[in-house]
């Protein structure tokens, strides 16, 4: 399963990439705000650290509009996903986009149906939210179950790209169910290493050594 880093802070992004561990880097409107940073220019300055695909997001809501923004967003860099909302308008730019050869990335998925015809429209990613369904009292994991039985059963090459995780626990859940790709916060993705019994072993070792009173180095 695929890391992508859900931010636009790029500390953030640079230290989890030091690690391995940022396959891909995914933006809203909303995180660019967060870093108050210009679109443009972070967006060039995260291509330019991450290999994998950066999603950046149009913000027009009519397809023609939608399609001139994606193409700007596709020229910062061959690693750029136009990112677009599952909208009739978002999928009718998807179609143009994907067959420009573009990567493009449908978010704001919340139902099987709207990944169904998203995968139809030619996405590259679906990005069904997660935490956002969870909010509202429903599973955000059982949405992601049924979108990987409906592409298997047709062989869509959409890849499931797991968004809105505001938890370990959708991260493991995500990967039983085989999900391509998850997008996380930074302090998630963090989280992943922790485990009390770890730092309570790692305290009794440490312990026990010094008192044998050696050195490695
Ligand atoms: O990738 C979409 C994500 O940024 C939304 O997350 O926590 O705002 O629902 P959240």
Known sequence: MKFFVDTAEIDA?????????VDGVTTNPS?????????????????????????????????????AEGRKLAEIAPNITVKLPLTWDGLKACKVLSGEGKMV?????????????????GATFISPFVGRLDDINLDGMDLIADIREIYDNYDFDTEI???????????????????????????????LADHPL???????????????GQKIL
Do not use: Y
């Open 13 to 21: 992004i640079a230290e989890l990439n030091d690690l391995g561990m």
């Open 31 to 67: 995180l660019i705000l967060k870093s108050g940073r210009d679109i443009l220019e972070v967006t060039r300055e995260i291509c330019a650290l991450v290999d994998g695909p950066v999603s950046a997001e149009v913000v027009a809501t009519e397809a023609d509009a939608m399609i």
């Open 105 to 121: 990335n449908v978010t704001l998925c919340f139902s099987a149906n709207q990944a169904l015809i998203a995968a139809k429209a």
């Open 161 to 191: 790209l797991v968004a809105s995780v505001r938890s370990v626990n959708h991260v493991t859940e995500s990967a039983k169910i085989g999900a391509d790709v998850i997008t996380a916060p930074p302090g998630v993705i963090k989280k």
């Open 198 to 212: 770890t730092d309570k072993g790692l305290d009794a070792f440490l312990k026990d050594w010094a008192k044998t």
